[in-house]
């Protein structure tokens, strides 16, 4: 009894140690945060609507150039990763179809886009079969290392190569994995957590299509 009572006036008679113990909470809470969500925090700090997004000059999985302006009308669920991934991005991509079939006739209003930061290796071709062994609905997009450059940023998406061998195809991607809603006039709508299954997935979406 005697003691824990110490031990409370001892923490209260030192205010230095117990502001260093909440500033390290609060930086552990934000290392966890940015960590969970690939920097969510970045842009969830602004006032009004958080800059999310923006306009893109990509190609398809049939060598055409595709802009965010051809998506306009529909919402977009956008996902960054790539082909070569070995765990992350596949099932992330399988709760996207899932969650595409479970929303029925909302899924018409939706077009999930697939864009590879792994554009050296993730050609057209290889988007285009990727994609469809997921759904017929993902779009698959990939690009010049410049385009991807820019749409990552605008998404906020980091990404990097990890070398894991000496051969020019020995490298893994790293990247942050976040799943966007996007609205039909292209503007940032809503996170939607990436590591659910199709079922939940589909009722985080289901809430922002009318
Ligand atoms: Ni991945």
């Given at each position: 009894?005697?003691?824990?009572?110490?031990?409370?006036?001892?923490?209260?008679?030192?205010?230095?140690?117990?502001?260093?113990?909440?500033?390290?909470v609060a930086?552990?809470?934000?290392?966890?945060?940015?960590?969970?969500?690939?920097?969510?925090?970045?842009?969830?700090?602004?006032?009004?609507?958080?800059?999310?997004?923006?306009?893109?000059?990509?190609?398809?999985?049939?060598?055409?150039?595709?802009?965010?302006?051809?998506?306009?009308?529909?919402?977009?669920?956008?996902?960054?990763?790539?082909?070569?991934?070995?765990d992350v991005?596949?099932?992330?991509?399988?709760?996207?179809?899932?969650?595409?079939?479970?929303?029925?006739?909302?899924?018409?209003?939706?077009?999930?886009?697939?864009?590879?930061?792994?554009?050296?290796?993730?050609?057209?071709?290889?988007?285009?079969?990727?994609?469809?062994?997921?759904?017929?609905?993902?779009?698959?997009?990939?690009?010049?290392?410049?385009?991807?450059?820019?749409?990552?940023?605008?998404?906020?998406?980091?990404?990097?190569?990890?070398?894991?061998?000496?051969?020019?195809?020995?490298?893994?991607?790293?990247?942050?994995?976040?799943?966007?809603?996007?609205?039909?006039?292209?503007?940032?709508?809503?996170?939607?957590?990436?590591d659910e299954?199709?079922?939940?997935?589909?009722?985080?979406?289901?809430?922002?299509?009318?």
């Amino acid at each position: 009894m005697s003691t824990t009572t110490n031990r409370n006036d001892n923490r209260g008679s030192n205010p230095k140690s117990s502001s260093r113990f909440i500033l390290g909470v609060a930086g552990l809470l934000i290392a966890v945060v940015l960590l969970g969500s690939g920097g969510f925090l970045w842009f969830t700090g602004g006032r009004g609507a958080p800059s999310i997004g923006g306009p893109f000059t990509l190609v398809d999985g049939d060598g055409k150039v595709v802009t965010d302006g051809d998506f306009r009308g529909k919402y977009m669920l956008v996902y960054f990763g790539y082909t070569f991934c070995p765990d992350v991005c596949p099932t992330t991509l399988n709760a996207v179809a899932d969650a595409m079939d479970k929303l029925g006739t909302k899924a018409t209003k939706i077009a999930p886009v697939f864009i590879t930061v792994d554009p050296k290796r993730d050609t057209p071709q290889m988007m285009k079969q990727y994609t469809a062994a997921f759904s017929p609905h993902l779009v698959g997009l990939t690009g010049t290392a410049a385009q991807i450059a820019d749409v990552a940023k605008e998404y906020r998406v980091y990404y990097a190569e990890h070398r894991t061998g000496p051969g020019p195809n020995d490298y893994a991607m790293d990247h942050s994995s976040v799943l966007y809603l996007m609205g039909p006039d292209g503007r940032f709508v809503a996170p939607i957590p990436p590591d659910e299954s199709g079922g939940e997935m589909a009722a985080a979406i289901s809430k922002f299509i009318s």
